[in-house]
Antibody
Framework: QVHLVESGGGLVTPGGSLRLSCAASGFTFSDYYMSWIRQAPGKGLEWISYISSSGSYTNYADSVKGRFTTSRDNAKNSLYLQMDSLRAEDTAVYYC?????????????????WGQGTLVRVSS | QSVLTQTPSASGTPGQRVTISCSGSYSNVGSYTVSWYQQLPGTAPKLLIYTNNQRPSGVSDRFSGSKSGTSASLAISGLQPEDEADYYCAAWDDSLNGVLFGGGTKLTVL
């Protein structure tokens, strides 16, 4: 069965950096686009990034563009989110999610599987 | 900036049918498919509906989705206490070049 496990969250001071990881199992990781989605405390879901199955293409929400970098290692079945220049408003639970189907979703996009999330707190 | 608008809250009694709406624009719901997610308290979201009206394996047929123009709806029939959760719609958005989520609807089962 599909299993996604995020790690790397914690408390960081404003301006600091953190690297999240997402370990995937139960499917052919290299076949699927992956996303990072976050949820601030008591708030809704916010898509922040996706990466193509090969890792050659990424895109980001404006709120994190230029500060966050998504990458993947298909040999290690792992997804990463490098977060730099962190701000208080980046405080959230960060989820990694797998596209429902393999390949580019082409407008019929949904996240079929989610990890349990990892909490990132940005505070002095 | 694009938005998907959901009413913040909804409620119903056990056995009732409840509908949750999601309003967007041509750049998202009007041009692409809608998915719905259920988030039970303290847990990760779960895909409930994809491609406007399709249910993943294991999702109860009490849940159904529909879309018309720039709006979409999630209907829950035979409401049960365990349906109390937050529900989010989502669709690809051209402006975002990513997936746009609605603000969420908190469903209370009275």
């Amino acid at each position: 069965q599909v299993h996604l496990v995020e790690s790397g969250g914690g408390l960081v001071t404003p301006g600091g950096s953190l690297r999240l990881s997402c370990a995937a199992s139960g499917f052919t990781f290299s076949d699927y686009y992956m996303s990072w989605i976050r949820q601030a405390p008591g708030k809704g879901l916010e898509w922040i990034s996706y990466i193509s199955s090969s890792g050659s293409y990424t895109n980001y929400a404006d709120s994190v563009k230029g500060r966050f970098t998504t990458s993947r290692d298909n040999a290690k079945n792992s997804l990463y989110l490098q977060m730099d220049s962190l701000r208080a408003e980046d405080t959230a639970v960060y989820y990694c999610a797998r596209d429902r189907t393999g390949g580019y979703c082409n407008g019929d996009c949904s996240s079929g599987f989610w990890g349990q999330g990892t909490l990132v707190r940005v505070s002095s | 900036q694009s938005v998907l608008t959901q009413t913040p809250s909804a409620s119903g009694t056990p056995g009732q049918r409840v509908t949750i709406s999601c309003s967007g624009s041509y750049s998202n719901v009007g041009s692409y498919t809608v998915s719905w997610y259920q988030q039970l308290p303290g847990t990760a979201p779960k895909l409930l509906i994809y491609t406007n009206n399709q249910r993943p394996s294991g999702v109860s047929d009490r849940f159904s989705g529909s879309k018309s123009g720039t709006s979409a709806s999630l209907a829950i029939s035979g409401l049960q206490p365990e349906d109390e959760a937050d529900y989010y719609c989502a669709a690809w958005d051209d402006s975002l070049n990513g997936v746009l989520f609605g603000g969420g609807t908190k469903l209370t089962v009275l």
